[in-house]
């Protein structure tokens, strides 16, 4: 709620005309005040609005860029950039906006440092948004199974452009390997039970030789980072929200595995 113009406007009322220069005055400075929320509101509507649109347009541009890295683009990862499409819920519209996107990715000409300045300067000062982004490309790269050299090389790049650092990427990495392997848990062996529980920490980011306090401040760390309601308040396109989800389920869960076993 904005006040200062009734302030202002009520005082300068009052020196200029006394009790009835202090009402026009404050009737003057509400009006003020009512225009400056309105701008203000619409520019945060906007702001949001096209921080959202680069994040999406990113995303799949960058995908494609990767998944053509290794030399040709795997069907696997073109499942998993049409999953993805329908996973989000994207209207025909949309889904004709992220392949256009995907294939402007693929082409020689392809300016990635260009689109990674534009996506920066969109989520200044929003680092969760910027690792939540990179999170998606790592998976996507992941998506036939393996990393390819050229595919990690342009990952590292990004992560730089982004202001990620290579020990943070490699978090990443591990992590997201980990969470995936980790939802193909269910009626295990034994040693399936260890290797869940390995994954486990490295979804926190922590070793079995972690104190649990440590463990609980990582953990906490990660909800915070992964909150879905947070990310799109932050910038995050309201499509990618069951992603988000999904990652802060599985934090939770590996914290549950964890804290069993303590």
């Given at each position: 709620?904005?006040?200062?113009?009734?302030?202002?406007?009520?005082?300068?009322?009052?020196?200029?005309?006394?009790?009835?220069?202090?009402i026009?005055?404050?009737?003057?400075?509400?009006?003020?005040?009512?225009?400056?929320?309105m701008?203000?509101?619409?520019f945060?509507?906007?702001?949001?609005s096209?921080?959202?649109?680069?994040?999406?347009?990113?995303?799949?541009?960058?995908?494609?860029?990767?998944t053509?890295?290794?030399?040709?683009?795997?069907?696997?990862e073109?499942?998993?950039?049409?999953g993805?499409?329908?996973?989000?819920?994207?209207?025909?519209?949309?889904?004709?906006?992220?392949?256009?996107?995907?294939?402007?990715?693929?082409?020689?000409?392809?300016e990635?440092?260009k689109?990674l300045?534009?996506?920066?300067?969109?989520?200044?000062?929003?680092?969760?948004?910027?690792?939540?982004?990179?999170?998606?490309?790592?998976?996507?790269?992941?998506?036939?199974?393996?990393?390819?050299?050229?595919?990690?090389?342009?990952?590292?790049?990004?992560?730089?452009s982004?202001?990620?650092?290579?020990?943070?990427?490699?978090?990443?990495?591990?992590?997201?390997?980990?969470?995936?392997?980790?939802?193909?848990?269910?009626?295990?062996?034994?040693?399936?039970?260890?290797?869940?529980?390995?994954?486990?920490?490295?979804?926190?980011?922590?070793?079995?030789?972690?104190?649990?306090?440590?463990?609980?401040?990582?953990?906490?760390?990660?909800?915070?980072?992964?909150?879905?309601?947070?990310?799109?308040?932050?910038?995050?396109?309201?499509?990618?929200?069951?992603?988000?989800?999904?990652?802060?389920?599985?934090?939770?869960?590996?914290?549950?595995?964890?804290?069993?076993?303590?």
């Amino acid at each position: 709620m904005q006040i200062g113009g009734k302030i202002l406007g009520f005082a300068l009322g009052f020196f200029a005309g006394g009790p009835f220069g202090a009402i026009f005055g404050l009737w003057i400075g509400h009006k003020f005040d009512q225009g400056m929320s309105m701008d203000f509101n619409a520019f945060n509507k906007q702001n949001d609005s096209d921080r959202q649109n680069a994040f999406f347009k990113a995303t799949f541009s960058v995908m494609g860029h990767i998944t053509k890295a290794s030399g040709r683009v795997t069907e696997d990862e073109i499942a998993f950039a049409n999953g993805a499409m329908k996973r989000w819920g994207l209207n025909q519209d949309t889904q004709t906006i992220a392949r256009q996107a995907f294939n402007e990715g693929k082409q020689e000409f392809f300016e990635l440092d260009k689109q990674l300045r534009q996506l920066k300067s969109s989520c200044f000062g929003r680092h969760d948004l910027l690792q939540m982004f990179i999170e998606i490309q790592i998976q996507a790269a992941f998506a036939d199974g393996e990393l390819h050299p050229k595919e990690r090389q342009i990952l590292h790049k990004i992560a730089r452009s982004l202001g990620i650092s290579a020990r943070e990427l490699d978090f990443l990495l591990d992590r997201i390997v980990a969470g995936e392997q980790f939802h193909q848990g269910g009626n295990q062996t034994p040693q399936q039970a260890k290797s869940q529980l390995e994954n486990a920490y490295k979804i926190l980011g922590v070793t079995a030789n972690t104190d649990h306090k440590e463990i609980k401040k990582a953990y906490r760390k990660l909800m915070s980072q992964h909150h879905p309601d947070k990310l799109v308040a932050k910038g995050l396109p309201p499509e990618l929200m069951e992603d988000a989800k999904q990652k802060a389920q599985d934090i939770q869960a590996a914290y549950e595995l964890i804290s069993a076993q303590k």
